[in-house]
């Protein structure tokens, strides 16, 4: 073992606040933690680990995992649109993991960047650069118009020999004949359409075809409509897609947290939402 991991082991990274993992799911310690430093997506070669770009890195969930890996990444990349979260990442993650970086995307999001000045930023990695791409939680929070642009980043950053691992919220579009064949997305929250976003299985299938990836590998949800796990490559000649199969998980509950009302926007959003539907303006 390193004597980097030797430290590691003996003194573990800090863990993030309770104010910041309750802005991004789980709260109990054990899901930031690998004391044991085995590798964090165990079916991803260990060769993967060398670049690491974690979209939507959160508080450092899966960076603090990776930092105690036995064998911690030459180099990792997290980027976040939560100031706050990114700011503690740098403070403590940084200093203890000298390859991990963190940056801020200044992308708007009712309750956790109002502010924020696009909806799409590129990723601040070069071409071909990266080895294993994490999107954990993340996609299931684009709308399709964001999520087709950064499936776009995704396929421009990931190695040949590369492997993304990706969540989502899956539906099949065919059990929704009123659905235009533009629109490919559910919606469960129509003042922050963000807060969960379902993807149509067969728009998932033709937007990997359509940036040169191919999904090598589906695990569906623990919880039926609960997050499935797609894994992608770049494609080859002759590969096919792996087969999406049918949700058959036991029915079950998995709230997660509410997002903050950043500054009461959605009581504001909401009146004006209101009040142009008493004046017949939407329908
Ligand atoms: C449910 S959390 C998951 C965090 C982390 N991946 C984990 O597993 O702990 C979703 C994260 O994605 C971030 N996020 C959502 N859309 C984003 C975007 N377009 N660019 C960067 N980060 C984004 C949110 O700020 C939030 O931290």
């Given at each position: 073992?390193?004597?980097?991991?030797?430290?590691?082991?003996?003194?573990?990274?800090?863990?993030?606040?309770?104010?910041?993992?309750?802005?991004v799911g789980p709260l109990?310690?054990?899901?930031?933690?690998?004391?044991?430093?085995?590798?964090?997506?165990?079916?991803?070669?260990?060769?993967?680990?060398?670049?690491?770009?974690?979209?939507?890195?959160?508080?450092?969930?899966?960076?603090?995992?990776?930092?105690?890996?036995?064998?911690?990444?030459?180099?990792?990349?997290?980027?976040?649109?939560?100031?706050?979260?990114?700011?503690?990442?740098?403070?403590?993650?940084?200093?203890?993991?000298?390859?991990?970086?963190?940056?801020?995307?200044?992308?708007?999001?009712?309750?956790?960047n109002p502010r924020g000045?696009?909806?799409?930023?590129?990723?601040?990695?070069?071409?071909?650069?990266?080895?294993?791409?994490?999107?954990?939680?993340?996609?299931?929070?684009?709308?399709?118009?964001?999520?087709?642009?950064?499936?776009?980043?995704?396929?421009?950053?990931?190695?040949?020999?590369?492997?993304?691992?990706?969540?989502?919220?899956?539906?099949?579009?065919?059990?929704?004949?009123?659905?235009?064949?533009?629109?490919?997305?559910?919606?469960?929250?129509?003042?922050?359409p963000t807060s969960a976003?379902?993807?149509?299985?067969?728009?998932?299938?033709?937007?990997?075809?359509?940036?040169?990836?191919?999904?090598?590998?589906?695990?569906?949800?623990?919880?039926?409509?609960?997050?499935?796990?797609?894994?992608?490559?770049?494609?080859?000649?002759?590969?096919?897609?792996?087969?999406?199969?049918?949700?058959?998980?036991?029915?079950?509950?998995?709230?997660?947290?509410?997002?903050?009302?950043?500054?009461?926007?959605?009581?504001?959003?909401?009146?004006?939402?209101?009040?142009?539907?008493?004046?017949?303006?939407?329908?």
């Amino acid at each position: 073992m390193s004597i980097k991991n030797q430290r590691n082991q003996l003194q573990p990274p800090p863990l993030p606040p309770r104010a910041l993992r309750e802005l991004v799911g789980p709260l109990e310690d054990h899901s930031y933690d690998n004391p044991t430093g085995e590798l964090v997506f165990p079916e991803i070669p260990s060769s993967c680990y060398k670049s690491v770009f974690d979209f939507g890195c959160g508080c450092g969930r899966i960076a603090r995992q990776l930092i105690q890996q036995q064998e911690c990444p030459s180099r990792y990349v997290g980027v976040d649109l939560h100031r706050g979260a990114i700011r503690w990442c740098r403070r403590n993650l940084s200093p203890v993991a000298r390859s991990f970086e963190f940056h801020h995307q200044n992308i708007r999001n009712l309750g956790l960047n109002p502010r924020g000045k696009s909806e799409k930023v590129p990723f601040p990695v070069g071409d071909n650069s990266i080895l294993l791409f994490v999107a954990w939680s993340v996609f299931t929070h684009l709308t399709e118009d964001v999520a087709s642009f950064y499936f776009s980043e995704l396929a421009r950053v990931l190695h040949p020999n590369g492997i993304a691992i990706t969540t989502w919220f899956l539906f099949d579009k065919s059990e929704f004949p009123m659905m235009q064949q533009f629109k490919n997305a559910l919606y469960i929250d129509y003042i922050d359409p963000t807060s969960a976003v379902i993807f149509d299985k067969d728009w998932l299938k033709r937007s990997a075809t359509q940036n040169g990836l191919v999904i090598n590998q589906v695990i569906p949800p623990e919880i039926r409509g609960l997050q499935w796990k797609v894994y992608f490559t770049k494609a080859t000649p002759g590969r096919r897609h792996a087969e999406i199969p049918e949700d058959r998980a036991p029915l079950g509950i998995y709230r997660p947290p509410v997002t903050p009302d950043s500054k009461g926007l959605r009581s504001i959003l909401h009146r004006i939402s209101a009040r142009a539907l008493r004046s017949g303006y939407m329908r």
